[in-house]
């Protein structure tokens, strides 16, 4: 029981904050926002759907992630952060 209960509140959180980012158009998908293996790791506020678009696409906001390093601070252009194999960007980034 403990664990369904972890599972639904765990379900509405996850849907309310979906709910929330369409709210303010922010161009990220359900599979980008709750991911256990590849969450989202760009900057906060992420990217908005571009005017052409009525869904969310995560495009922009993957696009976005790739130039902004683990600390936040903006790449030359050119360079992209990179996840080890095995690590997750946001711990060890390799700039590429």
């Not at 379900?11 to 926002?33: A, H, I, K």
């Not at 969310?56 to 683990?70: N, R």
């Amino acid at each position: 029981m403990v664990a369904v209960g972890m599972l639904l509140i765990w379900g509405g959180y996850s849907v309310g904050l979906w709910g929330w980012c369409l709210l303010r158009d922010y161009d990220l998908t359900f599979g980008q926002l709750t991911s256990p293996v590849h969450p989202y790791s760009g900057p906060w506020p992420p990217a908005k759907i571009p005017g052409t678009q009525i869904w969310p696409s995560g495009a922009a906001a993957a696009k976005t992630a790739s130039q902004v390093g683990a600390s936040g601070v903006s790449l030359p252009p050119g360079k992209q952060v990179v996840a080890a194999p095995g690590n997750p960007t946001a711990i060890f980034p390799v700039i590429t």
